[in-house]
C-alpha cells in the first residue's frame, strides 16, 4: 500500500533594495528560503524562522503572498507520495548580508537582482511567486 502523507512549509522572498534572496542547493538549483511548519507555529513565524535558519537573515514580514500546492515522491521513504502546501510572504531584510546554512545542503546565499531572480529559480511555482513578489513591491515602494 503506498504511504501519502501531508506536509505544510513557509517561506520568503525576502528583498532588499533591487534584490532578492537566493539559496544554492549541492546540486546546483537555486531555491527561495522555506521549511516545515513546526507544532503550535503561526505561519509568518515558520516563514520568519526558515530565512534566518537558512541564510542568517533578519527580516519582517511586508505581505502574505499566497500558498502553492505540488506533490513529490520521497525517495528514502519507499517512493511515499508527498502533497506539500506552501505559504509564502513578500519579506524585507535590512542586511544584504547573508550565510548558507551548509547543514540543510545549502552552499550559497546571495541576493540577485530584481530581474534575474525569476530566470534563475529552479521550479514554476517559485519563478511565479517570485514575479507576484516583486509586482506588489513594485506597488508598495516609493517610486524613484
Not at 16 to 29: H, Q
Request: proline residues 2%; contains cysteine; aromatic residues 10%.
Amino acid at each position: 500500500m503506498k504511504k501519502v502523507r501531508e506536509e505544510i512549509s513557509a517561506g520568503g522572498v525576502v528583498i532588499f533594495g533591487n534584490a532578492i534572496l537566493m539559496l544554492k542547493k549541492y546540486n546546483g538549483d537555486w531555491v527561495l528560503p522555506k521549511g516545515k511548519v513546526e507544532l503550535d507555529e503561526e505561519f509568518e513565524e515558520t516563514a520568519i524562522r526558515e530565512v534566518f535558519e537558512e541564510a542568517a537573515v533578519k527580516v519582517e514580514i511586508i505581505k502574505y503572498l499566497g500558498k502553492i500546492h505540488y506533490t513529490y515522491k520521497n525517495s528514502w521513504e519507499d517512493n511515499e507520495k508527498i502533497y506539500k502546501t506552501v505559504h509564502w510572504f513578500l519579506m524585507q531584510s535590512r542586511t544584504i548580508h547573508c550565510i548558507p546554512l551548509k547543514e540543510e545542503g545549502f552552499i550559497d546565499a546571495k541576493f540577485i537582482h530584481i530581474n534575474r531572480a525569476v530566470d534563475l529559480a529552479k521550479y514554476t511555482d517559485e519563478k511565479e511567486i517570485i514575479k507576484k513578489a516583486i509586482t506588489e513591491h513594485e506597488k508598495t515602494s516609493p517610486s524613484k
